[in-house]
């Protein structure tokens, strides 16, 4: 297994690539000499990672959208080809949380949390993945979480949307398996980035409550990722501390687990 080796009328679309963890993985993509095609909706922010991009010698574009709308969504595929380029590489990175417990809930911010998380995710992949398919050649970078790996109480409905695709992922890699394509999801640990300010969640509470072992830097999220895609492995943790917490969750009831995460989650104190 490989990445699809970098062409002049080749991208890798990476969607939140404004910030954070997308920022990385598309600086990440320029550095292994491929040409990248950025989303989110700060179009700033994306001219800049652009210019950051293009020196290392790639071609590089921004597409600013909204992918909380499904019009926008729906005409990512025709701007790509009025670039004339393939999507060769999808990276379904933009992603947010809301904070709190459901019951204290803002119905209009859940929404648009699922469908950036989970609806996003879904459209593009059925958008991008079949010419992949066809073309017998193509990756696709699904971000989750270690969120994934067990109910979130204050977060329940990003823990529900990352459970989702790590699933989709998972289930996704069994279909395209022989056909050339690969399919992982990268599922990070906390890492420092503008997550917590989009979630209104400040430094302090977010790193006492969880340990300082667990985090890891953006740049090495976005490595591991491509590096796992390179591979064609399913999924990928970054840090031991994470892989072996993810396999804990995975072994431990969830009647004990879910009380403790409650007892601990910043979104759950008064
Ligand atoms: N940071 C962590 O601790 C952590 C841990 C595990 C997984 N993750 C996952 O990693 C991914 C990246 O998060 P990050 O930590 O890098 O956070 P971040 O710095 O806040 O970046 C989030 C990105 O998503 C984009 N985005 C948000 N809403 C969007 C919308 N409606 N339309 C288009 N783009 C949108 C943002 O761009 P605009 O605001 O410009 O639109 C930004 O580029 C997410 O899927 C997140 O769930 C993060």
């Given at each position: 297994m490989s990445l699809p080796p970098p062409a002049p009328d080749r991208t890798a679309l990476v969607t939140g690539a404004s910030s954070g963890i997308g920022t990385e993985i598309a600086l990440e993509l320029a550095r292994r000499g491929h040409g990248v095609t950025l989303v989110a909706r700060r179009e700033n922010e994306l001219e800049f990672v652009a210019a950051e991009a293009r020196a290392f010698g790639v071609r590089a574009e921004v597409l600013p959208a909204d992918l909380a709308d499904?019009?926008?969504r729906a005409g990512l595929w025709?701007?790509?080809a009025e670039l004339g380029l393939e999507v060769g590489i999808l990276v379904n990175n933009a992603g947010l949380s809301t904070m709190g417990p459901v019951h204290r809930?803002?119905?209009g911010a859940e929404m648009r949390m699922l469908e950036v998380d989970v609806v996003a995710v879904a459209d593009l992949c059925s958008r991008f993945l079949p010419a992949m398919v066809r073309r017998r050649r193509g990756a696709v970078l699904n971000v989750a979480s270690t969120a994934a790996f067990q109910p979130l109480p204050g977060q329940a409905g990003y823990g529900g949307s990352k459970a989702f695709v790590l699933s989709y992922t998972r289930a996704m890699a069994g279909e395209v398996r022989g056909t050339g394509v690969t399919v992982t999801a990268l599922c990070p640990g906390p890492v420092q980035t503008g997550f917590e300010d989009a979630m209104g969640v400040n430094h302090d509470d977010s790193t006492d409550s969880l340990p300082a072992f667990m985090w890891e830097s953006a740049d090495a999220v976005a490595r591991?990722?491509?590096?796992?895609?390179e591979r064609g492995n399913t999924v990928a943790i970054p840090?031991?501390?994470?892989r072996a917490l993810a396999n804990v969750s995975n072994l431990l009831p969830k009647s004990l687990l879910v009380p403790l995460l409650a007892m601990r989650h910043p979104g759950l104190r008064d």
């Open positions: 499904r019009d926008a025709d701007r790509v809930s803002e119905p591991c990722g491509i590096d796992a895609l840090g031991l501390a994470n």
